[in-house]
């Protein structure tokens, strides 16, 4: 008995555990992919659980990805478009407007979720250490997935209104990744001050609201005068929304100088979201 344990406690010395130090970076951006990687699958947990969670005990599931842009077409197709004859760039009002609310209602339910996600795991948060980026990302992921639903309803409408997709619909992926990044950029913002900052939330209707009269949903950009055109770019979902429209059914011009300043708009709110979130990701933990 006593050799076994020998034996067992010399194999023991022979085994180099790893070893994780857990410390403050001094870096003003702290992101680091190599960990991100490490924690993908923790990431895949978070995206499926939210997923779950958002059509846990619903009667309808996820239809309710479908319901939502289809309503709100439907009013804004009669509103906007029969009564006050907005035009549409030559499309019929539902194709123009559910192609500006696929963009749309994926940013506006991306940025809700990743605003509230680091209060809503507030347990997990004070316990076990992961990259807290993570959060506002499977947020962000998640998202995906109410947009495929959607995205596969549009498929049908182009179908029914007899819309063949050009070869700009090659651009769709980088206006979809552009979406993303806007949604991530301000998710970090907000999540960050939602933790600091308990009334954001209450802002946060407020904000949808007036941003959504703030982009080219409702209306074409091309009712923007344009001198004042570069400026409405700086919106960042100016330039999504209007490239998917343009990428999906060809009409319009293609989305240039709006584009340009979406993008860089995106650019700068991605890279600051990232170095506010890194600053106050050490006292999350102390104040959620």
Known sequence: ?????????????????????????????????????AYRELLYFFVWRDIKVRYKQTVIGAAWAVLQPLMTMLVFSLFFGKLAKIPSQGL?????????LLPWMYFSTAMQAATNVVV????????????????????????????AISFGVFVCMMFYYRIVPTKAVLWLPAFILLAV???????????????????VRYVLPFLIQFWMFASPVAYPSSLVPGKWRWLYGLNPMT????????????HGQPPGALLA????????LVLGGLVYYHAVEGKIADVV
């Open 1 to 37: 008995m006593g050799a076994s344990q020998t034996a067992a406690a010399v194999v023991a010395e022979r085994i180099e555990y790893p070893v994780v130090r857990i410390e403050a970076r001094r870096r003003w951006l702290a992101l680091d992919l190599r960990e991100l990687w």
């Open 181 to 199: 990044l806007t949604a991530l950029g301000v998710g970090l913002w907000l999540s960050a001050l939602n933790a600091l900052y308990r009334d």
């Open 261 to 268: 300043a979406s993008s860089a708009a995106v650019g700068l």
């Open 120 to 147: 809503e795991q507030q347990r997990v948060i004070t316990k076990v250490y992961f990259p807290r980026v993570i959060l506002p990302i499977s947020s962000v992921m998640s998202g995906l997935v109410d947009f």
């Open 92 to 100: 019929p009002y539902p194709i123009f407007y559910y192609c500006a």
């Open 239 to 250: 330039g999504v929304i209007e490239g998917f429209r343009w990428a999906l059914t060809g």
